[in-house]
C-alpha cells in the first residue's frame, strides 16, 4: 500500500488531479447521512462517506504541503506571491481572530473561524502545488481537471437512487433534487457548472502537446453535460452573474481589438465605493432604508404588482433584519465570525432554517459579521484584484485579461444575493482565489523583451568582468 501511495505521488499530474477531486467533493456535496448517522452513534457515523471524503480532502493537500516545505522542494517566490496576492484577505482573517473575544458567542466564531481557515489553508496548498509541479502551465492543469470533474457529474443523479428513491416517482416535481443526487444545492449546483464554464474559457489556445490533446477530447461531453445538468439545476443568482460576467468579458475583448480604452475598472471601482458608502449612511440610519424596504417587500401594492419580497424570494426580509440587528458596537466590529444568531433572534421559528446559512448576501453579510471594519479589508482585497486587473492588461494577452474581469464581475455580483463568504468555503470564492492567485502568463511580446533586456544585462555584466579583469593584470 505504501508502493503504491509513492508512485501515486510521483506521478505529479493524477497526484494533483486526485487531491483536486476531493476538494471538489467535499465543498460541493454534502451527504445526507451524515447528520442521521452522527446522531445514531459514533460507528455509524465513522461509516458514512461524508466524513472520509472530507478529512481526505483536508489532510492530504495540508500534509503534502508540510512535506514538500520540510523537504525544501517548495520555492520562495511561490509563498511570497500568494501572500502579496491576497495580502488584505489574509489581514481580514487575521482581523477575525482579534475579534473572537468580542464576539456575541466566541466559542461559536472559533469553531466557524477555524474550519474557514482549514479550507483556505487546502485552497492555497492547491494552489502552490499546482505552481510547484507544472509551473506557468498551473492554471491549464487546475481548468483540465476542472474539465475531467463532469466525468464525474454523469453519474450524480444515480444517487438519488439510494438517497431517496422514492423522488424519482415525480420527476417534475424534484427535477432539480435528482439531477443533483440529493447531495448538492440548486445554487451550489449551479456554481460548480459555471466554474466548469470559467475553465473551458479560460483554457489556453496557445498549449500544445497532451494538455491540447487532452482538452480537446473531454471539451465537447463538457459543454454537454454542463447544458444538460445546467437547464434543470438552473439558479437565478449565479446564472445572472456568470451572463453579465461573460459579457464584460468579450465587449472587453471586442473592444481591445478595436483599440478602445475600456472604462469597466473605474467603474467598478466607482460602485464598490459606492456600495461601502451606502452601507455606511444605511448602518447609521442616514437614509431610511429599513422602512423603505419593509414597505417595498410586505405583499403585493395596491396595483398587484410583484414586491421586493416575491422578486428576491424572501431575502430582502432576511436584508432588512440583518440591519434591525445594528448595535453601536457591531457597527463597527460585527457580531463575529459565523455567528447569525443575533439577527435570527428577530425573525422568529419561521426563518431560522433560512437564516442560519447567511445574510444572502456576502456584502451584508461581512458587515453583519465584522463590522465596517472588516468590509473596509474585504473590499480592499477586491480593489487589489482590479488592480492586477489593470496591471494585466499591459503584460497578458486580452484573454486571459477577459477572463480576470469575468470572474471579477461573476462573484461580485453572485454576491449580492449568495453568501459567497462565510463560515465554509464555497466553490466560487475558492476559484476566484485560485484565479487571482496565480502567476501572470506573459505573452510572447513581452517576453520577447524580458528576454532581450536579460541578454543586455549579461552582456553589461561580462563587459565589467573583462574591464575588471584587465585592471587587475595591468595593476
Not at 149 to 164: A, D, E, K, N, R
Not at 194 to 211: A, E, H, M, R, W
Not at 381 to 410: D, E, H, W
Not at 442 to 455: A, D, F
Request: aromatic letters at 12%; glycine letters at 8%; one cysteine or more.
Amino acid at each position: 500500500m505504501i508502493s503504491s501511495f509513492k508512485r501515486l505521488y510521483e506521478n505529479k499530474e493524477l497526484y494533483f488531479m486526485v487531491q483536486l477531486w476531493l476538494w471538489i467533493i467535499s465543498i460541493n456535496f454534502s451527504f445526507g447521512s451524515t447528520e442521521g448517522a452522527s446522531r445514531a452513534g459514533l460507528i455509524v457515523y465513522l461509516l458514512s462517506p461524508s466524513v472520509w471524503i472530507k478529512l481526505s480532502a483536508l489532510i492530504t493537500p495540508i500534509v503534502t504541503l508540510l512535506y514538500s516545505y520540510w523537504k525544501g522542494e517548495i520555492s520562495a517566490h511561490i509563498g511570497r506571491l500568494f501572500v502579496g496576492r491576497n495580502f488584505f484577505f489574509l489581514w481580514y482573517l487575521i482581523y477575525l481572530v482579534i475579534l473572537i473575544p468580542a464576539s456575541a458567542i466566541p466559542k461559536f466564531s472559533f469553531i466557524r473561524l477555524v474550519v474557514m481557515s482549514i479550507n483556505l489553508f487546502v485552497v492555497s496548498s492547491l494552489i502552490i502545488q499546482a505552481q510547484q509541479y507544472f509551473g506557468d502551465k498551473a492554471m491549464a492543469y487546475i481548468s483540465l481537471g476542472i474539465i475531467k470533474f463532469t466525468g464525474l457529474l454523469t453519474f450524480i443523479p444515480l444517487y438519488s437512487l439510494i438517497s431517496q428513491p422514492e423522488k424519482l416517482t415525480n420527476l417534475m416535481k424534484y427535477k432539480r433534487y435528482v439531477i443533483g443526487g440529493g447531495i448538492m444545492h440548486p445554487v451550489t449546483h449551479t456554481v460548480l457548472l459555471l466554474t466548469v464554464i470559467c475553465s473551458l474559457v479560460y483554457f489556453p489556445k496557445n498549449i500544445g502537446g497532451d494538455l491540447q490533446r487532452q482538452f480537446k477530447k473531454w471539451r465537447n461531453y463538457a459543454i454537454f453535460i454542463v447544458v444538460l445538468q445546467m437547464s434543470i439545476a438552473l439558479s437565478r443568482g449565479p446564472m445572472l452573474g456568470m451572463a453579465i460576467a461573460g459579457g464584460c468579458n468579450f465587449l472587453y475583448i471586442y473592444l481591445n481589438r478595436a483599440g478602445v480604452s475600456l472604462p469597466i475598472i473605474i467603474l467598478g471601482l466607482i460602485g464598490f465605493l459606492g456600495a461601502l458608502s451606502i452601507v455606511s449612511l444605511i448602518s447609521c440610519e442616514a437614509i431610511d432604508l429599513q422602512n423603505i424596504l419593509k414597505g417595498m417587500s410586505r405583499g403585493e401594492s395596491s396595483d398587484g404588482s410583484i414586491s421586493m419580497n416575491d422578486l428576491t424570494t424572501g431575502r430582502a426580509d432576511v436584508w432588512i433584519h440583518t440591519f434591525h440587528s445594528i448595535t453601536p458596537f457591531s457597527l463597527f466590529f460585527g457580531h463575529g465570525f459565523g455567528n447569525m444568531f443575533p439577527i435570527i433572534e428577530g425573525l422568529g421559528d419561521g426563518g431560522k432554517e433560512f437564516l442560519v446559512h447567511g445574510a444572502h448576501n456576502s456584502f451584508i453579510m461581512t458587515f453583519a459579521q465584522s463590522g465596517l471594519i472588516g468590509l473596509t479589508l474585504l473590499t480592499l482585497y477586491f480593489f487589489q484584484c482590479i488592480l492586477l486587473i489593470v496591471k494585466s492588461r499591459k503584460v497578458v494577452a486580452p484573454q486571459q485579461s477577459g477572463f480576470y474581469i469575468m470572474v471579477f464581475v461573476f462573484i461580485s455580483i453572485d454576491s449580492l444575493t449568495n453568501s459567497t463568504v462565510g463560515a465554509t468555503m464555497t466553490m466560487n470564492l475558492a476559484y476566484y482565489l485560485i484565479v487571482f492567485s496565480m502567476p501572470l502568463t506573459l505573452k510572447s511580446s513581452v517576453i520577447q523583451k524580458k528576454t532581450l533586456k536579460q541578454l543586455q544585462i549579461r552582456k553589461r555584466k561580462r563587459k565589467r568582468r573583462r574591464h575588471r579583469s584587465k585592471d587587475s593584470i595591468n595593476t
